[in-house]
């Protein structure tokens, strides 16, 4: 597509559909999930080590002492690994997105990789493959600088995806 006939899309507010989609459960967890990176979540849950540790002579370092700074890490830790993999989830998907646009909107590149976190692993291997054969035939003919497309790499019959193979030797 020529830079002459592309189509412009005017821009709206950020995600307004989202809004009025949102549920309070999301809202709920985008509150702790910011407020658990925070510096006063830091200093509250140094200051509660802090407690407990002064607590422990009183307490003569009893079972029960013991159990409740453990309950209480492994309850926090429990529910922070949902809401790190939701954030790394969220954030994955934004990425994906963004690139999908780019490839969409760059002349030349393949709009077969767009969406390709869906691709099965040897579709994913296979693709991967074909990029290393055209970074290496870009740079056996000093072509680095040169835009290409995973497009540009030849297949036959025999190999369909173009993967190119070589026998590897560990070791000398």
Partial sequence: MSASTTTHVAATAPCSIDDKHR???HSLAELITYWTGSQQAFWLA???IVIWLLLGPFTRYSDTWQLTINTGTSIITFLMVFLIQRTQNRDTRAMHLKLNELIAAAEGASNRLINAEDLDDETMYKLYHRF????HTFSEHGEMSRAGSVEEVPTDENNPAGVEHHDVTVGS
């Fill in 23 to 25: 549920s309070h459960g």
């Fill in 46 to 48: 140094a200051g509660s």
């Fill in 132 to 135: 290393q054969t055209l970074a």
